[in-house]
């Protein structure tokens, strides 16, 4: 399975974003699907994560204001960002579990939430 972020740029705070994440190779939608972030100097976090039947969750920082979402018809995920702050300046990835745990990254997605 391989993902590829897009999406990101510059939001203002209290702004929304929505990031897209293309999956490609063979899944038949069987695949769990987490969104990360790195800001600079930062350790990479998990930020949310989706299953294959779409249940979701969220790390405390981002909850109530990001959504995860999916359709499995097309092979993508999505990020949507509500009420963004400027911690939330990172790169953003989407990855699957076993390639994040094995340390494989794609390129990611800026994010900047700056007036």
């Known amino acids: 399975v391989q993902l590829a972020e897009s999406g990101g740029g510059l939001v203002q705070p209290g702004g929304s974003l929505r990031l897209s994440c293309a999956v490609s190779?063979?899944?038949?939608?069987?695949?769990?699907v987490g969104w990360y972030r790195q800001a600079p100097g930062q350790r990479r976090e998990q930020v949310a994560g989706?299953?294959?039947?779409?249940?979701?969750h969220y790390a405390d920082a981002v909850k109530g204001r990001f959504t995860a979402s999916r359709d499995n018809d097309r092979n993508m995920v999505f990020l949507e960002m509500s009420n963004v702050k400027p911690d939330d300046t990172a790169v953003y990835y989407c990855n699957e579990p076993q390639a994040a745990a094995n340390d494989i990254w794609g390129r990611g997605t800026q994010v900047t939430v700056s007036s």
């Open positions: 190779g063979s899944t038949d939608g069987f695949y769990i």
């Open positions: 989706i299953t294959e039947d779409g249940h979701t």
